[in-house]
């Protein structure tokens, strides 16, 4: 199987390692998941967008391409083709204000360009439709709380907003959080992380 990695956070790929001020836990997570898929012989491709130098932003140009041609830029096509490819997405970024942050909000906005939605049997697709998508997104609000209270805007958003309407139905999101965690429990949820994919 071909899995394709999401990965935002400022810190890149290269923070995995605990070491305080330059650590990220969503990196950790991503080089868990990477070490496990490659683990069971899959093959891997990562988008990490941060090291990639990403712009999130659409520009006039860029909105005039949206709605015209099939794609806003190259790198934004670029990054389509090698999810095309992919048997499975997963996604992996903090929660922010109960949200995604801004680049792979302008991601999933530029990636998954008007241009590129084909009408199939009145179903809107832009990727194969037996494409597995997993989110596994580190926040710091406690799960009941995001679930009660704020009612699961961002798995809402994806679920339904996003992959529902490109007829993606194979979908899953986990929170990890990660306050206050010992080092122990740190690495134990680190290891189990390959219960969340595939």
């Known amino acids: 199987m071909h899995v394709s990695i999401v990965l935002d956070h ?9 070491v305080p001020h330059k650590r990220s836990y969503c990196a950790a997570l991503a080089v868990n998941v990477i070490d496990t898929l490659k683990a069971q012989n899959h093959t891997v491709d990562v988008i990490d967008l941060q ?3 990403y712009d999130p932003v659409i520009t006039k140009e860029g909105l005039t391409n949206w709605r015209t041609k099939e794609y806003v830029d190259e790198q934004s096509q670029n ?10 997405i997963i ?3 903090p929660v922010w204000w109960e949200v995604m942050p801004a680049m792979l909000k302008g ?4 990636v998954f360009c008007k241009g590129q939605v084909k009408k199939i049997a009145g179903q ?4 194969n439709l037996k494409t597995k998508i997993r989110v596994l997104a580190v926040i710091g609000t406690p799960n009941i ?3 009660l209270h704020y009612r699961n805007p961002l798995g809402n958003m994806l679920k339904r907003g996003v992959f529902g309407k490109l007829g993606l139905k194979d979908f899953k999101i986990t929170y990890f959080n990660a306050e ?3 080092e122990r429990k740190r690495l134990w949820t680190l290891k189990k992380v390959g219960k969340y994919i595939l």
């Open 10 to 18: 400022p810190y890149t790929l290269e923070s995995s390692k605990n």
């Open 51 to 53: 090291a990639d130098k």
């Open 79 to 88: 990054y389509l083709l090698r999810l095309k490819k992919a048997d499975e």
């Open 91 to 93: 996604f992996i970024f």
């Open 107 to 110: 991601f999933i906005d530029k």
């Open 124 to 127: 809107r697709q832009i990727l």
């Open 145 to 147: 709380i995001y679930r």
């Open 180 to 182: 206050d965690q010992t």
